[in-house]
Structure formats: structure tokens, C-alpha cells
T-cell receptor, first 113, second 114 residues
């Protein structure tokens, strides 16, 4: 079945530094979504990428979808303590009813002040 | 976006008992809803697709007789964990959303089986 791999699993970042988390799917995706989950909370939608090679920015966050629609990345610049949490990518399946997503393993981000 | 209400947020039950979790889509008519399970410090694993008016579709390895799903209306899906055991302790969360759009998640239910 479809697998979505995400690296790194953990990211310890010094406040102010940049980092990137990467997402790779075993199959071509209809879309890739990114979510952020704080400890004890539920996933909160960040963004969706649909087009091959698409790049979207949200303030300090830059999201990219690969040309083959099988990989994606999230780059955060000037990390702040509010960026703490787990970032998940989730791949949308091409032949699936509704919004069926396969989640990556997540990158757990800790920020050192 | 859709507002999804999940209840209860936390439940503790004795081993061998059954627990029902409700997922309500408050402002969105959902023909499909999705149930995920998340163990501590792990990812969300899709358990099943809840289909309004028909049988749920279970992912490989998920026991349909243990995790009963009912989707009787466009706004309500229920997940019943039957004969719960300590290894069923987990964070269960539902989502709704149209195809190729963002998923809206409920608040999740933390189940502890003692």
C-alpha cells in the first residue's frame, strides 16, 4: 500500500535558526497537505499543495511539492518557540473517496531558546 | 471550514467493556468520515472510512468486529471499541472533508483501558 516517509523524526533547533523537514511518498499523490499538532492537541491544517512543482509561503514557512508529485518539503526560517510541535505531511490518494490521507511519521520540533 | 465535534475527549474504561466515540460534523454534510488512531509520539494511522448509509471500509489489519463503525446520518459517525483491552489505549480522532481539500479533525478522544 501507499507509504509516506518523513525525515527527520526529531528536530532540535536553536531559536532563530532555520530547518527543513522532508516528505516522500511511495506513490504519486493527488495532493500533499501539511499539518501541525501540538502536544495533546489535534492536527491543524497548514497548507495544501496540488500542482507539480508548486511552492507556497506562509510568513516564515515555505512549502514545496516535487515535480513528480511524490515528495514535499517544509522549510521554516528564523525558528521561534511558537514553532514547537509535530509537523505532519499527509498525502492525498488519487483513487479514494472523500479526503483520505496517508500521514507521514511526523517531525517533532523542539526549540532551544 | 467544517466544524467537527468529537465526544468524549477522554474516557477511562475497564478491560472487557465497550466504549463508543461520537464524531459530529456540525456544519458540513459528510458522506464519508475517517477514523484515525494515534499512539504516543507516533503518526496518525487510518483505521477506516465511515460511509454514510453503508458499511465502513477498514484498512488492512484493523479488526472490523472490534472497531464497529456506524454512519447513520450525514452528520454523525460513531466508533465503538468493543471488548477493550489495555493495548487499545490510544488517541482516536475523526476527520471530515471533501476530496482533495483540507481535512477537518475532531478534538480527539484519549482512551485509557485499565
Amino acid at each position: 500500500g501507499q507509504q509516506v516517509m518523513q525525515i527527520p523524526q526529531y528536530q532540535h533547533v536553536q531559536e532563530g535558526e532555520d530547518f527543513t523537514t522532508y516528505c516522500n511518498s511511495s506513490t504519486t499523490l493527488s495532493n500533499i497537505q501539511w499539518y501541525k499538532q501540538r502536544p495533546g492537541g489535534h492536527p491543524v491544517f497548514l497548507i495544501q499543495l496540488v500542482k507539480s512543482g508548486e511552492v507556497k509561503k506562509q510568513k516564515r514557512l515555505t512549502f514545496q511539492f516535487g515535480e513528480a508529485k511524490k515528495n514535499s518539503s517544509l522549510h521554516i526560517t528564523a525558528t521561534q518557540t511558537t514553532d514547537v510541535g509535530t509537523y505532519f505531511c499527509a498525502g492525498g490518494r488519487i483513487k479514494a473517496a472523500g479526503n483520505k490521507l496517508t500521514f507521514g511519521g511526523g517531525t517533532r520540533v523542539l526549540v532551544k531558546p | 471550514g467544517a466544524v467537527v465535534s468529537q465526544h468524549p475527549s477522554r474516557v477511562i474504561c475497564k478491560s472487557g467493556t465497550s466504549v463508543k466515540i461520537e464524531c459530529r460534523s456540525l456544519d458540513f454534510q459528510a458522506t464519508t468520515m475517517f477514523w484515525y488512531r494515534q499512539f504516543p509520539k507516533q503518526s496518525l494511522m487510518l483505521m477506516a472510512t465511515s460511509n454514510e448509509g453503508s458499511k465502513a471500509t477498514y484498512e488492512q489489519g484493523v479488526e472490523k468486529d472490534k472497531f464497529l463503525i456506524n454512519h447513520a446520518s450525514l452528520t454523525l459517525s460513531t466508533l465503538t471499541v468493543t471488548s477493550a483491552h489495555p493495548e487499545d489505549s490510544s488517541f482516536y480522532i475523526c476527520s471530515v472533508g471533501q476530496k482533495n481539500t483540507e481535512a477537518f479533525f475532531g478534538q480527539g478522544t484519549r482512551l485509557t483501558v485499565v
